[in-house]
């Protein structure tokens, strides 16, 4: 027996408007699945907090590899090694990095006079990019926990097998650890009308939006609280103060890092004159082609053949591309250097390009280079990020006064420096870009930003004591499943057999699969991919736009 | 003036006067008596308003049939799109919606079922269900329990006490034996005769305010069947559709019915429907003689798309922990006003979203509706047991709407044990 004819029978029947409703009203369910979880989340204790993030993080960390090499599968783009790398900072990493950060247990200023308690977003609508799908499900999952809010996952529609499945894997660890059933959900099937319903639906407290502009200006509309960020388009400045060598290996690195697709990634080096010959030098050492400048046509044809980027070239090898552009690169290349003659719009390799190639402006000087860098930002990327290669701190002053960015990286690589891997700034996937960058938050989001406080302030006069609050807590631990199974009121309550084991179950599973879109014929399966790569190319297209 | 389309009333008053006059004196008299002066009119989700404008929590739910609540969107817009193409269809020929919903009911209920025969509520679906049983076994007798409810058409009434039957001189005759509920020996007395043709059984007895079985009681009851030759009928009818935090509540005991018949909830409260899955041997009659039931309204095509949409609604994972969530609140925090009122609120009788809330007065359940009522929340007493008011929570309610509605319940708790003690008012 079949549930094929029925399926397809009532798809037949149902018009396109009720089957979007339909989808819609389910995603709906999610939100309210979530409701319930996160009123109960938001009770639990800071060891609860601290069980459960352990758990979902070594989960994590255990499938970071499967993950990574998933995701290149499936998407095509980036490198497996550096995905496994950034699952592994986006899991035992930030396990790491907010060990003893508690966002859970109340504070009390006593000098201040004012009692703390946290009070969690709720639902948090979080959308995962392409580019950085399984990372940045474990990051906005983990953040959503440390902070006790459940959180509703939309996958990037090229990105959703495995971003379903790593939001299915991290549910079951979470769950297991005793935190509450659908604290973690994921839309098996995003489309741009659901993800749109979603962000309006007022069971959504909080939109975390990465991806591309009109996604995260759609969030922003949606009249929902939303912490969006904007593209990124990387200047790297050289000055004639730098350490050449490194430079050029830092540079390097962090170009080939992922094939270049997270949005840290320098996407315009600009280098002095009196360092720009041994610069190029070096980094032709370590796997950088510079292009000449009919070369250089050649590639931006491929790359810009409309004047927005080819979606194709996202995330492959350099070499890869070149071949795309009729170059001979040679496989060691890493890196493809294109010059530039002017920083204006109309030179494509000014934009954003997530891509191992990288434009090349000479300056004369570093008053040049700085307002190089601007004119770089000022065609994408504002509020975004920076790097400068210099030992001249009042070059670098100025460049970090000038440059309208919210971070920048000093004689480090950027893809990794900005968000957070090997400084200081918090490890993040998702690039807060200010007010410059048309983004409410301005820092590289962390869990502080996924918590409001409720202040109990008292009277500041001296003869009004505050009482005492420490060693009070209205939170409780929880050593039972949430919620309890219905078992009925003059049954026995046994943990070890309420588990249901009923048909109902089985059935439950089989109708999801088919709901699912499990049985979506081959056909239709090809024009889905179709239409997917068109909204991506256009995604992408808006991006490097800004 | 309430306008209404097709007609109008020019005030309640003059709405009430003509029910009287024209639709059911007794019963529109009765809710008056009561101090339920309830018209209900305009309806939305698990909320109701009163044709004065007044908002109440539905928690009766007119036993589940609106358990996805009022007019919920998502059945409408089903309806709506099918009536572009099907009408009720034609019961003499093989049909598209009903093949359509009988598989994918098939499909949900436990293995031993099979089949599916259509009725347009849910009495002639308790008839088909007990023809089938005695077709099946070629014996007459059925069993129920005693207080049982089944429904008012000829078959099912005979099943159910004698406060609807004797009305129309329709009281059990001695094929219709009635045994006590909760009791395996009685039931074993009964069957040993092997003329037994089923024992019909709600999961939960609704109409007599959802005593629970005890444990082992229904899969008893099951064995026995299998042992006499009888077969097993589920009235799933108010205990079906998750309410029970999964799909069919006999699955919770382990039970796979000879028969399953669900009604109300299935029409998504929106257009009729009552349907009746059987087992190979139960719907043997189908292969007999297929013309065996008729009924042109039973399975109306419009209905199976309700149905359907229902069916899918219901059995989404989001929906079954949302119910499980709502079982969870409502049980823990009706336990703690229960230990506030010790005297007073004597039991609480859940499984999942179904609730029997036992009061310690013979008609403890009317004096707290009326409480409720006056706080905005809509619950009903049991009919057969009128101690213990039905207390249904939709299995879609939200978080805010469940608070809410617990918030004014512990309220007309105590209410209600103050005006028992204070006032000499009983119920009618």
Same mark, same amino acid.
């Given at each position: 027996?079949?549930?094929?004819?029925?399926?397809?029978?009532?798809?037949?029947?149902?018009?396109?408007?009720?089957?979007?409703?339909?989808?819609?009203?389910?995603?709906?369910?999610?939100?309210?699945?979530?409701?319930?979880?996160?009123?109960?989340?938001?009770?639990?204790?800071?060891?609860?907090?601290?069980?459960? %993030?352990?758990?979902?993080?070594?989960?994590?960390?255990?499938?970071?590899?499967?993950?990574?090499?998933?995701?290149?599968?499936?998407?095509?783009?980036?490198?497996?090694?550096?995905?496994?790398?950034?699952?592994?900072?986006?899991?035992?990493?930030?396990?790491?990095?907010?060990?003893?950060?508690?966002?859970?247990?109340?504070?009390?200023?006593?000098?201040? #006079?004012?009692?703390?308690?946290?009070?969690?977003?709720?639902?948090?609508?979080?959308?995962?990019?392409?580019?950085?799908?399984?990372?940045?499900?474990?990051?906005?999952?983990?953040?959503?926990?440390?902070?006790?809010?459940?959180?509703?996952?939309?996958?990037?529609?090229?990105?959703?097998?495995?971003?379903?499945?790593?939001?299915?894997?991290?549910?079951?660890?979470?769950?297991?650890?005793?935190?509450?059933?659908?604290?973690?959900?994921?839309?098996?099937?995003?489309?741009?009308?659901?993800?749109?319903? %979603?962000?309006?639906?007022?069971?959504?407290?909080?939109?975390?939006?990465?991806?591309?502009?009109?996604?995260?200006?759609?969030?922003?509309?949606?009249?929902?609280?939303?912490?969006? %960020?904007?593209?990124?388009?990387?200047?790297?400045?050289?000055?004639?103060?730098?350490?050449?060598?490194?430079?050029?290996?830092?540079?390097?690195?962090?170009?080939?890092?992922?094939?270049?697709?997270?949005?840290?990634?320098?996407?315009?080096?600009?280098?002095?004159?009196?360092?720009?010959?041994?610069?190029?030098?070096?980094?032709?050492?370590?796997?950088?082609?510079?292009?000449?400048?009919?070369?250089?046509?050649?590639?931006?044809?491929?790359?810009?053949?409309?004047?927005?980027?080819?979606?194709?070239?996202?995330?492959?090898?350099?070499?890869?591309?070149?071949?795309?552009?009729?170059?001979?690169?040679?496989?060691?290349?890493?890196?493809?250097?294109?010059?530039?003659?002017?920083? %204006?719009?109309?030179?494509?390799?000014?934009?954003? #390009?997530?891509?191992?190639?990288?434009?090349?402006?000479?300056?004369?000087?570093?008053?040049?280079?700085?307002?190089?860098?601007?004119?770089?930002?000022?065609?994408?990327?504002?509020?975004?990020?920076?790097?400068?290669?210099?030992?001249?701190?009042?070059?670098?002053?100025?460049?970090?006064?000038?440059?309208?960015?919210?971070?920048?990286?000093?004689?480090?690589?950027?893809?990794?420096?900005?968000?957070?891997?090997?400084?200081?700034?918090?490890?993040?996937?998702?690039?807060?870009?200010?007010?410059?960058?048309?983004?409410?938050?301005?820092?590289?989001?962390?869990?502080?930003?996924?918590?409001?406080?409720?202040?109990?302030?008292?009277?500041?006069?001296?003869?009004?004591?505050?009482?005492?609050?420490?060693?009070?807590?209205?939170?409780?631990?929880?050593?039972?499943?949430?919620?309890?199974?219905?078992?009925?009121?003059?049954?026995?309550?046994?943990?070890?057999?309420?588990?249901?084991?009923?048909?109902?179950?089985?059935?439950?599973?089989?109708?999801?699969?088919?709901?699912?879109?499990?049985?979506?014929?081959?056909?239709?399966?090809?024009?889905?991919?179709?239409?997917?790569?068109?909204?991506?190319?256009?995604?992408?297209?808006?991006?490097?736009?800004? | 003036?309430?306008?209404?389309?097709?007609?109008?009333?020019?005030?309640?008053?003059?709405?009430?006067?003509?029910?009287?006059?024209?639709?059911?004196?007794?019963?529109?008299?009765?809710?008056?008596?009561?101090?339920?002066?309830?018209?209900?009119?305009?309806?939305?989700?698990?909320?109701?308003?009163?044709?004065?404008?007044?908002?109440?929590?539905?928690?009766?739910?007119?036993?589940?049939?609106?358990?996805?609540?009022?007019?919920?969107?998502?059945?409408?817009?089903?309806?709506?799109?099918?009536?572009?193409?099907?009408?009720?269809?034609?019961?003499?020929?093989?049909?598209?919606?009903?093949?359509?919903?009988?598989?994918?009911?098939?499909?949900?209920?436990?293995?031993?079922?099979?089949?599916?025969?259509? /009725?347009?509520?849910?009495?002639?679906?308790?008839?088909? /269900?007990?023809?089938?049983?005695?077709?099946?076994?070629? !014996?007459?007798?059925?069993?129920?329990?005693?207080?049982?409810?089944?429904?008012?058409?000829?078959?099912?009434?005979?099943?159910?006490?004698?406060?609807?039957?004797?009305?129309?001189?329709?009281?059990?005759?001695?094929?219709?034996?009635?045994?006590?509920?909760?009791?395996?020996?009685?039931?074993?007395?009964?069957?040993?005769?092997?003329?037994?043709?089923?024992?019909?059984?709600?999961?939960?007895?609704?109409?007599?305010?959802?005593?629970?079985?005890?444990?082992?009681?229904?899969?008893?009851?099951?064995?026995? $069947?299998?042992?006499?030759?009888?077969?097993?009928? /589920?009235?799933?009818?108010?205990?079906?559709?998750?309410?029970?935090?999964?799909?069919?509540?006999?699955?919770?005991?382990?039970?796979?019915?000879?028969?399953?018949?669900?009604?109300?909830?299935?029409?998504?409260?929106?257009?009729?429907?009552? $349907?009746?899955?059987?087992?190979?041997?139960?719907?043997?009659?189908?292969?007999?003689?297929?013309?065996?039931?008729?009924?042109?309204?039973?399975?109306?095509?419009?209905? $199976?798309?309700?149905?359907?949409?229902?069916?899918?609604?219901?059995? !989404?994972?989001?929906?079954?922990?949302?119910?499980?969530? $709502?079982?969870?609140?409502?049980?823990?925090?009706? !336990?703690?006003?229960?230990?506030?009122?010790?005297?007073?609120?004597?039991?609480?009788?859940?499984?999942?979203?179904?609730?029997?809330?036992?009061?310690?007065?013979?008609?403890?359940?009317?004096?707290?509706?009326?409480?409720?009522?006056?706080?905005?929340?809509?619950?009903?007493?049991?009919?057969?047991?009128?101690?213990?008011?039905?207390?249904?929570?939709?299995?879609?309610?939200?978080?805010?709407?469940?608070?809410?509605?617990?918030?004014?319940?512990?309220?007309?708790?105590?209410?209600?044990?103050?005006?028992?003690?204070?006032?000499?008012?009983?119920?009618?």
């Amino acid at each position: 027996m079949s549930l094929d004819v029925t399926q397809s029978l009532a798809s037949d029947r149902q018009s396109p408007q009720v089957k979007a409703f339909s989808e819609i009203s389910q995603a709906g369910h999610a939100l309210e699945r979530a409701t319930w979880a996160a009123r109960e989340f938001g009770t639990y204790s800071a060891t609860d907090i601290n069980r459960i %993030v352990s758990a979902v993080a070594d989960a994590a960390s255990r499938h970071a590899e499967e993950f990574a090499s998933a995701t290149v599968d499936e998407t095509g783009f980036g490198v497996v090694e550096h995905k496994i790398q950034k699952n592994l900072a986006c899991s035992t990493g930030l396990l790491d990095e907010y060990a003893g950060a508690d966002f859970v247990t109340p504070r009390v200023d006593s000098e201040k #006079k004012v009692l703390e308690i946290p009070r969690p977003a709720g639902v948090i609508f979080a959308l995962a990019p392409s580019t950085n799908p399984v990372a940045t499900v474990y990051f906005k999952v983990l953040l959503s926990l440390m902070t006790r809010n459940a959180v509703l996952i939309s996958p990037h529609p090229m990105a959703k097998v495995v971003s379903n499945r790593a939001a299915e894997i991290l549910a079951e660890a979470a769950v297991g650890a005793g935190a509450p059933d659908g604290v973690i959900q994921s839309l098996p099937e995003p489309s741009l009308p659901l993800i749109e319903a %979603v962000m309006k639906d007022e069971r959504t407290k909080l939109i975390l939006a990465t991806g591309g502009t009109a996604m995260v200006r759609s969030a922003y509309s949606s009249s929902n609280p939303a912490l969006g %960020v904007g593209p990124g388009n990387v200047p790297v400045f050289v000055d004639s103060t730098a350490d050449v060598r490194a430079a050029a290996a830092h540079i390097v690195d962090s170009k080939k890092f992922d094939n270049s697709v997270l949005c840290t990634n320098e996407s315009v080096l600009i280098a002095e004159d009196s360092i720009a010959d041994s610069l190029v030098r070096e980094m032709s050492r370590l796997g950088a082609h510079f292009l000449t400048v009919e070369e250089s046509k050649k590639l931006a044809d491929v790359m810009y053949p409309t004047g927005r980027l080819n979606s194709e070239v996202v995330g492959k090898d350099a070499h890869v591309i070149a071949g795309m552009a009729g170059i001979n690169s040679g496989p060691k290349t890493k890196v493809l250097v294109a010059p530039i003659s002017a920083p %204006v719009p109309e030179e494509v390799m000014t934009h954003e #390009k997530l891509a191992p190639v990288l434009g090349f402006l000479r300056v004369t000087d570093a008053e040049r280079g700085i307002s190089a860098a601007r004119a770089i930002v000022r065609i994408a990327g504002a509020g975004h990020s920076a790097a400068i290669h210099s030992t001249n701190s009042r070059t670098i002053m100025a460049y970090g006064a000038a440059v309208p960015v919210l971070r920048m990286t000093v004689n480090a690589g950027n893809s990794t420096g900005s968000a957070g891997l090997g400084t200081s700034l918090a490890t993040s996937m998702t690039i807060g870009t200010g007010f410059v960058g048309r983004s409410g938050v301005g820092e590289n989001l962390q869990p502080s930003h996924l918590v409001n406080w409720t202040k109990v302030a008292h009277s500041t006069l001296s003869q009004d004591p505050m009482p005492n609050y420490s060693g009070l807590d209205p939170w409780r631990s929880h050593d039972q499943p949430v919620p309890e199974y219905p078992v009925a009121s003059n049954a026995q309550r046994d943990y070890s057999v309420a588990a249901p084991t009923s048909v109902a179950d089985g059935v439950i599973s089989k109708l999801g699969a088919s709901a699912d879109g499990d049985r979506i014929s081959a056909v239709s399966d090809a024009a889905l991919r179709a239409e997917i790569r068109r909204l991506v190319a256009q995604e992408l297209a808006n991006m490097s736009k800004g | 003036m309430h306008e209404y389309g097709l007609f109008s009333f020019d005030s309640k008053d003059e709405f009430l006067e003509k029910s009287m006059q024209f639709w059911n004196p007794d019963k529109t008299q009765f809710w008056q008596d009561s101090g339920v002066d309830l018209v209900i009119d305009r309806r939305e989700g698990y909320l109701l308003w009163d044709m004065n404008g007044r908002r109440l929590i539905d928690v009766h739910l007119n036993g589940g049939t609106y358990n996805l609540g009022h007019r919920n969107p998502e059945v409408l817009s089903s309806v709506r799109d099918a009536m572009g193409h099907f009408d009720m269809g034609n019961h003499h020929f093989p049909a598209l919606a009903r093949t359509a919903l009988a598989e994918k009911l098939v499909a949900t209920a436990p293995p031993s079922l099979t089949k599916v025969a259509y /009725a347009s509520g849910g009495g002639e679906a308790i008839d088909i /269900a007990l023809k089938s049983a005695r077709h099946a076994t070629q !014996r007459r007798k059925i069993v129920s329990i005693v207080k049982a409810y089944h429904g008012h058409t000829g078959l099912a009434l005979a099943t159910g006490d004698d406060r609807f039957s004797k009305l129309f001189l329709s009281d059990q005759d001695s094929e219709f034996p009635h045994v006590p509920f909760n009791d395996l020996d009685a039931m074993e007395q009964a069957l040993r005769g092997r003329d037994v043709a089923a024992v019909i059984m709600e999961t939960i007895p609704a109409t007599y305010g959802f005593p629970l079985p005890d444990p082992g009681y229904l899969e008893g009851v099951k064995s026995l $069947c299998e042992k006499y030759g009888s077969l097993y009928i /589920a009235d799933e009818v108010q205990t079906g559709l998750m309410r029970t935090g999964e799909l069919w509540g006999i699955t919770k005991h382990g039970v796979e019915p000879d028969i399953l018949v669900t009604g109300k909830g299935i029409s998504g409260g929106v257009y009729p429907i009552a $349907c009746v899955l059987l087992s190979d041997k139960a719907g043997d009659w189908l292969e007999v003689d297929g013309f065996g039931h008729i009924s042109t309204f039973g399975g109306a095509e419009l209905g $199976c798309f309700a149905a359907l949409k229902t069916l899918e609604i219901t059995t !989404r994972p989001e929906v079954r922990s949302m119910v499980h969530y $709502c079982a969870d609140l409502v049980g823990s925090v009706l !336990r703690q006003v229960q230990q506030n009122h010790p005297n007073w609120f004597t039991g609480i009788r859940q499984n999942g979203v179904i609730f029997g809330l036992e009061f310690n007065h013979p008609e403890g359940a009317k004096f707290v509706m009326r409480e409720l009522y006056e706080l905005g929340v809509w619950a009903i007493f049991s009919t057969l047991d009128p101690r213990v008011l039905q207390y249904k929570p939709g299995i879609l309610m939200t978080p805010d709407l469940t608070e809410e509605l617990l918030d004014r319940t512990a309220l007309a708790i105590e209410r209600a044990e103050q005006s028992v003690g204070s006032n000499s008012w009983k119920a009618a």
